[in-house]
């Protein structure tokens, strides 16, 4: 039996990915790297096969914080931003909330790998194959990039409200849904549709994470950015 090391699915995903081995690295991190064989297919869209050699580094509060992929065998070079490559190197898969929105309240890495780390390499695949752009669009770096997505996981629009309502996320429940909703329409957050959205990110989105994050949005001093999303 391989040592499970805090990861429920670890078994199962070193099952479904056999070219994925653990590899010990001397940190923290649970380091899984190997080959992986990308063969898939989207409807209505051509079929992409490739190899690349991943490394993805769970770190040792996961699921709260999230996997980090890396492609170490240079084929999705930086190529100043395109590609979507973070500073760090990792792979650039989605905003931060979306992919804490994939992983969910029951944390599955099989499903992370194939939700959010698959699509990105078929899309990133069919582009140098087959030229045009990424088949599943894609978002614009760090601040804009994130209030369009954002915007469209609460269905706002105004950067404004966008923040305010990530602000009641910090709130205890009973205090932000006496507060005015954020989305305009005149009522209390308890009697507006949007707090069941709030109430789940509540519930996903770690708090100290999420201050820190509203720091780097709003241009206040925070730690060192390390990624585009």
């Not at 087959?130 to 978002?139: C, S």
Request: charged residues 25%; positive net charge; aromatic residues 8%.
């Amino acid at each position: 039996m391989r040592q499970n090391r805090g990861i429920p699915d670890l078994d199962e995903f070193l099952s479904a990915f056999p070219g994925l081995a653990i590899r010990p690295d001397g940190s923290n991190n649970t380091v899984l790297a190997g080959d992986f064989k990308l063969d898939a297919a989207i409807p209505g869209g051509v079929r992409v096969q490739e190899s690349f050699h991943l490394e993805i580094r769970v770190p040792p509060d996961y699921p709260e914080d999230r996997p980090r992929v890396f492609e170490r065998s240079g084929k999705i070079p930086m190529a100043g931003g395109k590609n979507h490559i973070n500073p760090d190197g990792s792979l650039c898969l989605g905003s931060p909330i979306r992919l804490m929105m994939h992983l969910g309240s029951n944390p599955s890495l099989v499903g992370y790998m194939r939700e959010c780390v698959v699509p990105f390499l078929y899309a990133i695949a069919h582009r140098q194959q087959h030229g045009g752009d990424l088949v599943f669009g894609e978002l614009a770096h760090w601040v804009p990039g994130l209030a369009d997505d954002y915007g469209k996981i609460l269905n706002l629009r105004d950067g404004g409200k966008i923040l305010a309502a990530l602000k009641c996320v910090l709130m205890k429940k009973r205090i932000a849904n006496k507060r005015p909703c954020p989305c305009g329409c005149q009522r209390r957050l308890g009697k507006c549709r949007l707090r069941f959205r709030i109430h789940t990110f509540r519930k996903l989105i770690p708090k100290m994470w999420l201050r820190a994050h509203l720091q780097e949005l709003t241009g206040k001093p925070a730690p060192q950015r390390t990624t585009y999303y």
